[in-house]
């Protein structure tokens, strides 16, 4: 089954404590990106990644980091987290850009105290 | 920047049409789509359309798009309860770049 698996699906964390949450598809598309989403924004992009070892920010990339270091896996990574980065995070991949449905994840939630 | 409005809650009832509206600002956006999120889930595609088509239908969907005043809507026939949700349009393609960019989201509630 085609899909896009992130993990943890909820996670509470202290202010500081680095952190990361998983992002893997196993469609081998070459684009894969993070969004977070909160209330009245929509979603906005954080990082996006167009292949292995290519990767850019997008609106919102200030705390967090990433890497693609193969195909499928597409970490974000808080190394200290603050609370106005508690929200809803999702992973997206599609096959080139968004020229083509994309596939999102089913979301993280993160709450840092 | 690119820039996607829509209005935040819409109601209906079961067995009417919904129509959900949304305004763009970037006019070199390839790619129209729209997303369904329901509660607890992801986002899933429900449709997309072209920039230089006018019309798309697809079962019970009807997007709409005007190019000239940059504006997007979908059409739910016979709304359900099934289709109680959250509804994003978004942009992208060649001319939006490497991203999709989100509207806020219109919440959809569909009473009995």
């Known amino acids: 089954e085609a899909q896009v698996t992130q993990n943890p699906r909820y996670l509470i964390t202290v202010t500081g404590k680095k952190l990361t949450v998983t992002c893997s598809q196993n469609?081998?598309?070459?684009?894969m990106s993070w969004y977070r989403q909160d209330p009245g924004l929509g979603l906005r992009q954080i990082y996006y990644?167009?292949?292995?070892?290519?990767?850019d920010k997008g609106d919102v990339p200030e705390g967090y980091k990433v890497s693609r270091k193969e195909k499928r896996n597409f970490p974000l990574i808080l190394e200290s987290p603050s609370p106005n980065q508690t929200s809803l995070y999702f992973c997206?991949?599609?096959?080139?850009?968004?020229?083509?449905?994309?596939?999102f994840g089913q979301g993280t939630r993160l709450t840092v105290v | 920047g690119e820039d996607v409005e829509q209005s935040l809650f819409l109601s209906v009832r079961e067995g009417d049409s919904s129509v959900i509206n949304c305004t763009y600002t970037?006019?070199?956006?390839?790619?129209l789509y729209w997303y369904k999120q329901e509660p607890g889930a992801g986002l899933q595609l429900l449709t997309y359309?072209?920039?230089?088509?006018d019309m798309k239908q697809d079962q019970r969907l009807t997007v709409l798009l005007n190019k000239k005043d940059k504006h997007l809507s979908l059409r739910i026939a016979d709304t359900q309860t099934g289709d109680s949700a959250i509804y994003f349009c978004?942009?992208?393609?060649?001319?939006?770049?490497?991203?999709?960019?989100f509207g806020t989201g219109t919440q959809l509630k569909v009473e009995l």
């Open positions: 978004a942009e992208g393609g060649e001319g939006g770049g490497n991203k999709l960019t």
């Open positions: 359309i072209f920039s230089n088509m």
């Open positions: 990644s167009m292949n292995v070892e290519v990767t």
């Open positions: 469609m081998n598309h070459e684009y």
């Open positions: 970037d006019s070199s956006s390839t790619y």
């Open positions: 997206a991949s599609s096959f080139t850009g968004f020229t083509t449905e994309a596939f």
